[in-house]
């Protein structure tokens, strides 16, 4: 009964096979970890240990050269650009003032904010899912196509039952 299956989802599918490839591949670094656990090379005295290449199989040598954490490295900001974009955004901000009366544009620019979408958080998926390149996904166009289909079907469907209604009352009158 095929019918009463749901449809496997392709990236819930591929996600399952991930991870559990995942799974094996960390009790495999696990396994590798306990048998090299027994004969681990020591560790000397500034914590530093090196295998010799020169043994193949062979024994540790310790570094004399042990390496000196080194001084974290921090990256110049720019703070003219945050001033400049802190600065813009209070501008953008209307000031209440209540001996002033308020536009009717900022009423409707606050309006139309309201109804605005949000920002994209990730632009490149929306756009991977807009051409339909992710497989087994359909386009958002054709999405988009089948719900406004189905929008206006129901609508003349529902304009038509208004329209039997208003005759059905006129006529019985």
Not at 30 to 47: C, D, F, I, M, W
């Amino acid at each position: 009964m095929a019918l009463l299956k749901k449809k496997v989802d392709p990236l819930t599918d591929r996600a399952k096979v991930l991870n559990a490839e995942i799974a094996a591949l960390e009790a495999k670094i696990r396994k590798l970890n306990q048998q090299t656990g027994a004969g681990a090379p020591e560790v000397n005295k500034s914590g530093a240990r090196v295998r010799s290449t020169a043994f193949p199989h062979g024994s540790t040598v310790f570094a004399t050269n042990a390496p000196v954490a080194a001084d974290p490295v921090f990256e110049k900001v720019d703070q003219k650009t945050i001033t400049e974009a802190t600065a813009q955004r209070s501008a953008a901000l209307p000031i209440d003032d209540l001996s002033t009366p308020m536009p009717k544009m900022r009423f409707l620019d606050r309006l139309e904010q309201i109804f605005r979408p949000p920002p994209l958080s990730n632009p490149k998926l929306v756009n991977y899912l807009a051409a339909g390149s992710i497989q087994g996904l359909r386009p958002l166009r054709y999405e988009k196509r089948v719900a406004r289909n189905r929008f206006l079907a129901f609508a003349f469907v529902l304009v038509v039952v208004l329209f039997g209604i208003c005759a059905a009352l006129i006529k019985h009158r």
